[in-house]
């Protein structure tokens, strides 16, 4: 589904050239649940941005299917994001002024999904709070609608950029529950970037990141339950 080969990416700070990503090749498969792991400053931010088709790599290819990420225009850049990835960010995002169900069904109208808002919230478990405002709710449920509101796209990519990484390990836990699930009952391809390596064992595949090389990828033939665990 999604393939990267050779991607550099490269920051010119001053006089110097600052390599966040060297040569790193892989690919992502659709109903998997994918981590990057790796800590901070080894290029998992820079990976999942292009992925995202918000930044560009300075060389090598980005396919989507036999898209040719890497060599679309802005405007087509902009309709990539649209239709194909979903984003879920580690703060949440929402809009304080909206609630919970306001919050996901004004994404689902922008990318004219006639789905139900109510729909995608009880898939993530709050149907209960759907009129309730960002501000009434707790870190995990804020994280939830943020999912919610990711699905509404019908994204066939679900980007989580450290998604957990402003809960507890309780709420950790139901967050990662929900990826997974997602992962195996659609046709998406969910990937998560972490630098907390407890996730890596309820992954279907694994990408670890160091100095913005590819230390190590591996599939895991019998991921880890999250709701066994």
Do not use: W
């Not at 990408?207 to 090389?213: E, W």
């Amino acid at each position: 589904m999604i393939e990267f080969e050779k991607i550099d990416k490269e920051y010119h700070v001053g006089d110097q050239v600052v390599k966040a990503l060297n040569e790193v090749s892989f690919k992502i498969e659709q109903g998997k649940l994918t981590i990057i792991l790796g800590p901070s400053g080894s290029g998992k931010s820079t990976l999942l941005n292009i992925l995202g088709g918000m930044d560009r790599p300075t060389r090598g290819t980005v396919k989507f299917n036999d898209q040719l990420v890497s060599k679309l225009n802005d405007h087509e850049l902009t309709d990539y994001r649209r239709k194909v990835v979903g984003f879920v960010f580690q703060f949440y995002n929402l809009i304080p002024s909206l609630t919970a169900l306001e919050n996901v069904a004004i994404a689902a109208q922008l990318n004219n999904n006639d789905y139900q808002a109510e729909d995608y919230l009880s898939q993530v478990g709050l149907s209960e709070r759907l009129n309730n405002f960002p501000n009434q709710m707790s870190g995990g449920e804020m994280q939830r609608v943020s999912i919610a509101r990711a699905l509404s796209k019908k994204p066939k990519l679900l980007l989580c950029d450290e998604p957990t990484g402003a809960l507890d390990s309780k709420t950790s836990i139901k967050i990662m529950k929900i990826l997974q699930d997602i992962s195996k009952s659609s046709e998406t391809a969910v990937v998560m970037v972490t630098h907390n390596p407890k996730f890596e064992q309820y992954a279907d595949h694994v990408i670890r990141l160091k100095d913005g090389q590819i230390e190590k990828t591996y599939d895991n033939e019998n991921p880890k339950i999250v709701e066994k665990i």
